[in-house]
């Protein structure tokens, strides 16, 4: 019988462990093998579990509270407005209930990521959250809600700022444990001291054991109710075959308390007092760790609480509706009045306003929005009506997106947090060796007593801090990233962060990043075979997201014509149809390429123009040419200043563009770049940035543009600005959400600043580590000053690391 059997006729269920009678419950042969169930659900999950090959599930699992699973089903509807459409697919995070061990993380994880059409599954067990990234044309939403269900665990979409709450409820209980446990170590020191002064100058024995006993009473709620984080996590580190720093400090403070039980009736000295103060001091240290890590995330929370969870609908007979986020699908019409915050991104169609971004950029100046132009949740109406069409669902807006990557780069590792969990993965077993090695000897030859052989190794236990070597990288990477965003630098995670400061090479794109990407049209030369060029030219390039584009569409204040069949060409230029007819728009190169006749003439018009600095757009009419358009894009005002910032860091400077040689060698000359390569397509930029990395430089990438996506992506490290374009934002490491340029050496100082704060908590972890081992295996440091050393060697670290959130200057 494979269930476990009691004396009184019951069985414990397979799955879930709840006891059950043998009369009620479900039997069921699997392999040969008898298996008990108490419903159909625990045997559905079983088989599945066993089907999946995932038996390990039930060997791995630890503090397993006996009871069935909930298999209440969600509706998937609920879900529609956090779904985050990607360019690979769809992306989603949930909220999940059932989770009792870390077994059933690794359960979810593998089991979900066997399933036809997902393509990543990541669970936090801290959080119980799930981001889930799958292939929406061979599964579905349904399909995984489903098959979570089908495991025990059900899905609710995730709340704004659960993680924070998360981390808000760890301190309260952190708070309550070390209050619990400060209380009773006050009340314990008061009788050690007179048992000390006892063993100095005699005490009664009746008196002594009195003592001993309220020590033990006063000892044991520290022992077993405040240290109870510490036995658990060293109860799972033994399970798992990973030793941690929870297993040092149970180790250490459950040495001295069961030593001092057994020496109660022999007569000998008792050390409840050193059990308690051990876990006293370091559940101090992790209160104060939990504290700075809830300041770090609440900024996540006051973005999160910008989003109103309601919008007014506009109907299309005048009326006025206010309805919740997910009843407002992407292109509807919702109205915001003057001191209203903005619910949902979109782009104006009617009424104009000031509208405050600074909760997003972080700039204090409000910015004109009128039709056509783009609105972002979370900002807020100054004083004008506005009537917007909704371009995206509340997880795909802008805010939306921000909470996601902030959240998503404090879960990315940096390579030299890597190296300090490896040297930890090895520090922890290293420790107990030497603990041993050190209660051996000191019994055996070093002439000592076998309680002050125990307390020595106790030292060596509680002396020794993984945690600073933990904390070491994570906390200063949390803290720098939350700083710099703070700032307007949106950095994706700790990995990028830490590419960042090793910066040689910073190449920049010409348009909309070196120039301000508002260009000016100062020539139309028309052909003379079309009347109304300039309406043809912006009725093609409205469509365009290329700030010339833009230009010449916003030139044209009458009505558009309607184009069909729209294509961009990144780097080159736009084609569509208008009136039945191919049209043309982009460089003379794109021109020649699509064999449109260019006269010697036309030819030398457009040399000229682009020798006086212009950019050139050529338009035709199928493959006849029809006009050119000439305009000129001024230098960004804080250019001068980032560049002389990077000189003076040694770093080289390099200009990439798509325009043609003319234009790019006079913004260049302009500029005081003297490395500059031009006519670049955008694969072209790509293979300029891998001969640079082959080369041995770490390059930064600087760009806005659909055409700057392959760069952004092959660069070390990738920067967009803050009129980038989606694409661009997605194929980019780092976003600066405002346009201000100098933002990029605030970049590059913050991520110096980090890792030099990184270096400088490493080595004393290292070196504190490497001096208060031999100390404490030398016998020199009582176990409770091996404690209060080790609490004190993580609040170093704590507060050097917070010392990232002031500004620098």
Request: charge should be neutral.
């Amino acid at each position: 019988m494979s269930g476990t059997e009691a004396a009184s006729g019951t069985v414990r269920c397979e799955h879930c462990l709840r006891e059950v009678p043998l009369a009620a419950a479900l039997k069921a042969e699997i392999d040969g093998s008898v298996k008990y169930f108490c419903c159909h659900g625990c045997l559905g999950v079983y088989e599945l579990v066993h089907n999946a090959s995932l038996d390990a599930f039930y060997e791995q699992r630890c503090q397993w509270l006996p009871g069935a699973p909930s298999f209440e089903k969600t509706d998937p509807h609920a879900f529609s407005s956090t779904i985050v459409k990607m360019e690979e697919g769809c992306r989603i995070d949930l909220q999940l209930s059932g989770i009792r061990c870390a077994s059933c993380v690794w359960l979810i994880e593998k089991y979900l990521s066997k399933q036809e059409g997902i393509h990543s599954v990541r669970v936090n067990y801290a959080t119980n959250r799930a981001a889930i990234h799958w292939n929406p044309e061979v599964t579905g939403l349904d399909a995984i809600l489903e098959t979570l269900h089908s495991l025990g665990y059900t899905a609710r979409p995730v709340r704004s700022g659960g993680t924070t709450e998360s981390l808000a409820r760890e301190k309260q209980e952190l708070l309550l444990r070390f209050g619990t446990a400060g209380f009773f170590s006050m009340q314990l020191m008061l009788i050690v001291a007179a048992l000390y002064a006892g063993f100095f100058q005699g005490i009664e024995t009746e008196y002594r054991l009195a003592f001993q006993l309220i020590s033990w009473a006063l000892a044991t709620p520290v022992v077993l109710y405040s240290g109870y984080p510490f036995l658990a996590g060293a109860l799972r580190s033994i399970r798992s075959l990973n030793p941690n720093m929870d297993l040092l400090v149970a180790l250490g403070s459950l040495s001295a308390y069961l030593y001092s039980i057994a020496m109660i009736p022999l007569g000998g000295e008792v050390f409840f007092d050193t059990s308690a103060m051990i876990v006293t001091f370091i559940l101090l240290g992790r209160f104060l760790e939990a504290g700075s890590r809830l300041k770090a995330g609440n900024a996540i929370v006051a973005l999160a609480g910008l989003q109103p969870q309601e919008a007014v609908l506009a109907k299309e007979n005048g009326e006025r509706q206010t309805v919740s986020l997910d009843q407002v699908p992407p292109g509807s019409i919702i109205e915001i009045i003057p001191g209203a915050k903005i619910p949902l991104d979109g782009t104006v169609i009617e009424g104009k306003a000031e509208i405050n971004e600074s909760m997003l950029t972080g700039e204090s100046l409000p910015v004109m929005k009128r039709s056509g132009s783009n609105i972002f949740a979370g900002t807020v109406n100054g004083n004008g009506r506005l009537l917007a069409r909704v371009t995206g669902s509340p997880g795909e807006t802008l805010l939306a997106g921000i909470i996601r990557t902030v959240e998503e780069a404090q879960s990315r590792r940096a390579p030299v947090q890597q190296l300090a969990d490896r040297v930890a993965g090895y520090f922890v077993p290293a420790i107990l060796l030497i603990a041993l090695l050190t209660f051996l000897y000191r019994t055996n030859t070093g002439g000592q007593s076998s309680v002050s052989a125990l307390m020595n190794a106790v030292s060596v236990l509680v002396i020794a801090c993984p945690c600073a070597l933990g904390l070491a990288t994570p906390l200063a990477i949390l803290v720098g990233s939350t700083a710099a965003g703070k700032e307007g630098v949106l950095i994706k995670g700790g990995d990028i962060f830490e590419t960042v400061s090793k910066t040689t090479l910073v190449a920049f794109d010409k348009t909309g990043t070196i120039t301000r990407g508002k260009p000016s049209i100062t020539d139309i030369v028309d052909f003379g075979t079309t009347p109304d060029l300039l309406r043809y030219a912006a009725s093609l390039e409205s469509v365009s997201e290329h700030p010339s584009g833009k230009a010449i569409a916003a030139e044209w204040n009458g009505e558009l014509l309607s184009v069909e069949a729209f294509r961009a060409f990144p780097g080159q230029g736009v084609s569509g149809t208008l009136q039945n007819e191919t049209w043309l728009a982009g460089s003379p190169a794109f021109m020649r390429h699509n064999q449109v006749e260019l006269t010697p003439e036309q030819n030398a018009q457009a040399q000229r123009l682009e020798e006086e600095g212009k950019t050139v757009v050529m338009l035709a009419r199928g493959t006849r040419s029809a006009g050119m358009i000439g305009l000129i894009d001024e230098i960004r005002d804080d250019l001068p200043e980032l560049l002389s910032a990077l000189r003076r860091r040694g770093m080289k400077i390099m200009m990439l563009t798509g325009d043609n040689p003319g234009v790019a060698s006079r913004i260049a000359a302009r500029c005081g770049i003297t490395d500059m390569q031009a006519g670049l397509s955008p694969a072209g930029k790509a293979s300029v940035i891998e001969k640079l990395k082959a080369a041995g430089e770490t390059v930064m990438m600087v760009g806005d543009g659909i055409n700057d996506a392959p760069a952004l992506t092959a660069a070390d490290t990738g920067v967009t600005l803050g009129s980038a374009t989606g694409i661009a934002l997605e194929s980019a490491g780092v976003a600066v959400l405002t346009d201000r340029l100098l933002l990029v050496d605030t970049l590059i100082e913050r991520s110096k600043r980090c890792f030099s704060v990184i270096r400088q908590n490493l080595a004393w972890a290292f070196l504190y580590n490497l001096a208060a081992v031999p100390l404490a295996v030398s016998g020199v440091l009582h176990p409770i000053v091996a404690a209060l050393l080790m609490a004190s060697s993580s609040l170093i670290v704590v507060g050097n690391s917070l010392r990232l959130q002031k500004t620098h200057t």
